[in-house]
Structure formats: C-alpha cells, structure tokens
Antibody, heavy 117, light 106 residues
C-alpha cells in the first residue's frame, strides 16, 4: 500500500528537541518533494517545511527558521524533521506529505508533539 | 505571505444538497489552489488541484472553479461520506498557506 508513516512525537519540555521521522512505502520516494505540515487539534493546518528530491532546496515557515531542519535519506525512503528550541507554540500533530508541484497528494496520519513543562 | 480566507467556517446540510465553499486569496494566485478533505482520525485527502482538476479517484460530484483571488469548491449532491472538514491551500509561492477550514455537518 502507498503510505507515509510518521514517528518520533512525544512530550518534551520547552527548549528541548525532538526528531520526527516519516517512512514512505510503495512509491519512488526520490521522485518527490516532501513536506511537513502541522495542525493544532481543533485548529487549522500550517505548512512547516518542504525539501526537494535531492535535499538541496529547503523552505521553512518563518516561525521555525533557525530552529527546525528538514532532511531526507533517499536510500531509506525517509523524511526527517529535527526540531530544536521547542516552544509551547510548536505543540501540534505533525504530518508528512508527498508534494508534487507544491500540492500534497499523499499524507500520513501524523505524530503528536506536546511541548510542556 | 498570501492569506487564504475560507467561508463559511461551517455549513449544515442534508444528503442530496448542493454545497458550495469559497476561498479567497489576499493576492492573485492564478490557478495555484488545492482543496482537501479531512475526516477525524484520518489523513487529509487531496480532492482538487490547479483550482479545477479532479484528483484521481475522487468522485465527480466534487468540482472546483475560480482563478486569481476567488475560488469555489462545490459538492453537487452531498453523500453521507462527505461530512467532513474541507481546506483550501495556495500553491503559488512559499510560504504555502491554508484556509481556516469549513466543517460540513448535518
């Protein structure tokens, strides 16, 4: 089955770090740009970061620039999001998405990140 | 940044009704717009891209129209499985942005 599966979420204190992972199955991962999107439960969606097929081009929402790093391993069909200096505003469900032409045609179900003391 | 304003935020409808949702961009985005459906506990699903192109596998009762700054998603005859939340998204430029969502409920 074509799918994306996220992991790595959890509870972390403000100022802490987490590394999210997303494993792709049953499609040619290195053909696609990939994206992280987050959603605070009950609120809207927020685009977080996008990376090109080779990992050379990266784009971030202003609120995470300098704190989050998107990366990928095309051998392991995996996408990552390194999140540092976390704040309570970063609490959300983080989903990875396949991104042809800046749309999102395949999503994972997400992993919950809670930043709290 | 391009702001996406979606309306209404919720709509009550019955099976068989025609439902229209509007999305407005704060600046022109040509046809760089997508619509998604999200149900509780499920991953979002791409319905429409390029403002009016139906994603493969999506029922033809869904349609999209518009260009520039004003866009609509229409469900021609609401089915029980269509009760969900719908989001628009501009794909014109980074940062990519979403509308606030429209909950379609009975």
């Amino acid at each position: 089955e074509v799918q994306l599966l996220e992991s790595g979420g959890g509870l972390v204190q403000p100022g802490g770090s987490l590394r999210l992972s997303c494993v792709a199955s049953q499609f040619t991962f290195n053909n696609y740009w990939m994206t992280w999107v987050r959603q605070v439960p009950g609120k809207g969606l927020e685009w977080v970061a996008t990376i090109d097929q080779a990992g050379n081009e990266k784009y971030y929402v202003d609120s995470v620039k300098g704190r989050f790093t998107i990366s990928r391993d095309n051998v392991k069909n995996s996408l990552f999001l390194q999140m540092d200096s976390l704040t309570t505003d970063d609490s959300a469900v983080y989903s990875c998405a396949r991104s042809p032409i800046r749309y999102f045609d395949l999503w994972g179900r997400g992993t919950l990140v809670t930043v709290s003391s | 940044d391009i702001q996406m304003t979606q309306s209404p935020s919720s709509v009550s409808a019955n099976v068989g009704d025609r439902v229209t949702i509007t999305c407005r961009a704060s600046q022109g985005i040509s046809s760089w717009l997508a619509w998604y459906q999200r149900k509780p506990g499920e991953a979002p699903k791409l319905l429409i891209y390029g403002a009016s192109n139906l994603q493969s596998g999506v029922p033809s009762r869904f349609s999209g129209s518009g260009s520039g700054t004003e866009f609509t998603l229409t469900i021609s005859s609401l089915q029980p499985e269509d009760f969900a939340t719908y989001f628009c998204q501009q794909a014109d430029s980074f940062p990519l942005t979403f509308g606030g969502g429209t909950k379609v409920e009975i």
